[in-house]
């Protein structure tokens, strides 16, 4: 067990809600609009500080409240550990851990790893090319914690680029020299991972049949001397265009399945399969290259499995430390070490 007790105050649908969990397994159930992805979402938020729905904080504040709080203690090798947490709606963060306060958000997401299934997990491969870099970006950033602040450096970059080259041209030179140096770590760490999740899901696919790989495409330099050369080149199109015109915001992960391009000519079927087993593979990954706690939190997914997959999920998720699962109907299968929370009650 990891989770012992969550306390929401203020997030989402939620007033305040306090629960205690005594199992290895959870099984979340009630109607639709309950608020029983609000908790995988708390759970996954004070992870790694951000929604896996996408959401900004101030989405999750209660309406009405001017701010949210979240309160975790957890069980670990240290021995038992108090998160807290408090977002208010103007941005303003407050992190702790036993009570002393923690500046670094990198400091305060290493205490434990979680791995969401949720239905928007289709979006991964049919989606936008967001959709498949936050993908990579979390799966990253839970196993290589200097990966996030370098990336988070980056885009705090090209935010300010972006809006001088809107308003003061002359200025947006100033933010390339920390473009440069972030952009070659990243596309390097991205490149990695990428042939590292291909391999993974082809393994997987070795009983069902199918060949799967993944084209990382960047137009990322190898080298910071090169990326400034890069943003050169473009200056007079930025300027004309008033926004960045290369980096890898623009990455692009190709996921190839049986020779073609799976977001352009996959079925429905094919989609739904691939966006489960990238799951899969990063719980895998992030299961054999890291040692801190790792909580599974499943979002209503196993309804629209067959028996064959379901079977291979739960086999898969089987080693990690605590799984959470939510449900609008009683489960149609039965784990060991399980309780059943009623969300609407």
Known sequence: MVINSLKLTNFRNFELRELVFCHKNIFFTGPNGSGKSNLLESISFASLLRSFRGA?????????????????????RFGRERLNITESLSGKRHLAINGQPVRRSSDFIREFHTVVFAPEDREI???????????FDILISETEPEYLVRLSRYHRALLQRNRA???FPASAPAFDAELAEQAPFIARCRRR??????????????AMGGEFRIIYRTDAADSASGQLKLLESKRDSELRRQCTLCGIQLDEFDFIFNGKLLRTYGSTGQIRLISLLLKMAQFRIIRDKSTIPLVVLADDVTGELDAKNLALFLDTVSGADQKFFTFAEPPRFSLPDSEMIAVGK
Not at 193 to 206: F, H, K, P, W
Request: hydrophobic share 40%.
């Open 165 to 167: 080259l809107k308003f």
């Open 193 to 206: 991972y990428a042939e590292l999740t291909g391999n993974c899901v082809s393994q997987l696919l070795t």
């Open 56 to 76: 900004a904080t101030r989405e999750m504040v209660r309406i009405g409240a001017k701010e949210l709080q979240l309160q975790i203690i957890l069980e670990n």
């Open 125 to 135: 491969a049919s989606g936008p090319s967001g959709c498949r870099r936050r993908f």
